[in-house]
């Protein structure tokens, strides 16, 4: 089945402490971006990549990194996290940019930093 | 890409009443437009897309409208139903960039 696989679902975790939220697509897709959701701000770009080794900042890439070793892997780090970074996380990702094709989303990361 | 507006962020409807959502986009030359779907708790998800040679598309209950003169999309549900209480988003030519989406609210 093609889908887009976040892990974990959910986390809490303490100011400070580094996380990662990794995501991976078994689609080949060659785009694959990160998203923050906070309540009335709709879906916020983090970081997207177009291909392997290839990363670009969103909107709002303040205190994130990624990586993009490989086509199927996205992870997102968290380096020192600070309460503001709760949110409803997704990844997502599509064939290509720019293109006629539409993006698949994953189910969600819901993290809380206390 | 440029980003994608909407004129409402919620919109609230009867039971089997229809709904349209709105969308207004910037970039002139997009061909490519996508309506996503986003349950609580959920990713969005595909529900139409609508290439820029055509001016209407239509699914199962929910057909997308494209005035190219205007730049304007839309999303209209016929006999709205309470599973399409959801958050709608459009995108255009793939962009991955998205707004802040309308919150459709279907009344019993």
């Known amino acids: 089945e093609a889908q887009v696989t976040q892990n974990p679902r959910y986390l809490i975790t303490v100011t400070g402490k580094k996380l990662t939220v990794t995501c991976s697509q078994n689609m080949n897709h060659e785009y694959m971006s990160w998203y923050r959701q906070d309540p009335g701000l709709g879906l916020r770009q983090i970081y997207y990549?177009?291909?392997?080794?290839?990363?670009d900042k969103g909107d709002v890439p303040e205190g994130y990194k990624v990586s993009r070793k490989e086509k199927r892997n996205f992870p997102l780090i968290l380096e020192s996290p600070s309460p503001n970074q709760t949110s409803l996380y997704f990844c997502?990702?599509?064939?290509?940019?720019?293109?006629?094709?539409?993006?698949?989303f994953g189910q969600g990361t819901r993290l809380t930093v206390v | 890409g440029e980003s994608v507006g909407l004129h409402l962020p919620t919109l609230s409807v009867q039971e089997g009443d229809n709904s349209i959502i709105n969308c207004a986009y910037s970039n002139s030359a997009s061909d490519y437009f996508i309506w996503y779907k986003q349950e609580s708790g959920k990713g969005p998800q595909f529900i139409i897309d609508?290439?820029?040679?055509?001016d209407k598309r239509q699914g199962q209950r929910v057909t997308v409208l494209l005035n190219k003169t205007v730049k304007h999309l839309s999303l209209q549900i016929a006999a709205t139903q309470p599973g399409d209480s959801a958050v709608y988003f459009c995108?255009?030519?793939?962009?991955?960039?998205f707004g802040a989406g309308t919150r459709l609210t279907v009344k019993p």
């Open positions: 990549s177009m291909n392997v080794e290839v990363t």
């Open positions: 609508i290439r820029s040679n055509m």
């Open positions: 997502a990702s599509s064939l290509s940019t720019g293109g006629n094709t539409e993006a698949f």
């Open positions: 995108a255009e030519n793939g962009d991955m960039r």
